[in-house]
């Protein structure tokens, strides 16, 4: 008799573990966010979306020459905020750019409505000709699917623990104006 209590209460503290540390309420809507370092890590902008279930593939140093969507992922909103790393680099804009277009067309093609955020003004030289390169990129490519999120304000590197890497504050700033992108 002993056993079968011992398992019971077993088997009750196994469910209650499990919704205790369940994922977040399928009921928000997914997002997946596809970045670099600016969407790596514990004080990255994506931990401050609120209202979404996310999903975030971000790797530190990724550039787009480097980068392939995910083949089982489909469908939903997603946000993209690749070419900070390229811009560092140094890759050639219009080989970035022809990158980007595929990426692109390749997540419309899985159902993704993709926000596309291009790379902050880090006060380098390269900025105005990548800015202006998205922008050109995002022209030729499905308005119907893909948004500009175009963030106007100059990335304040007071805000930075390294001129580029976001402390909190700066971040919550980042999800918040990405948050309004989503709407």
């Not at 596809?34 to 593939?57: C, F, K, T």
Request: with cysteine.
């Amino acid at each position: 008799m002993s056993d079968k209590i011992i398992v019971i209460v077993v088997g009750i503290c196994s469910i209650a573990w499990m919704v205790v540390h369940a994922p977040r309420c399928p009921a928000e809507p997914r997002l997946v966010i596809i970045g670099d370092s600016l969407s790596a890590g514990p004080e990255s902008w994506p931990q401050y979306m609120e209202g979404y279930n996310v999903h975030v593939l971000a790797q530190g140093g990724r550039s787009l020459l480097e980068y392939s969507p995910p083949r089982d992922l489909s469908g939903g909103k997603l946000v993209y905020f690749l070419g900070t790393a390229d811009m560092i680099k140094g890759t050639p804009v219009k080989q970035a750019a022809r990158y980007m277009a595929s990426h692109l067309g390749t997540l419309v093609g899985r159902g993704y409505e993709v926000v596309l955020v291009p790379p902050p003004n880090l006060q380098l030289r390269k900025f105005k000709r990548i800015n202006s390169q998205y922008r050109l990129t995002w022209r030729k490519v499905d308005f119907e699917h893909v948004h500009l999120c175009d963030i106007a304000w100059e990335w304040d590197k007071k805000l930075t623990w390294d001129g580029i890497h976001p402390v909190p504050e700066l971040s919550r700033r980042l999800a918040g104006a990405i948050t309004e992108c989503l709407q």
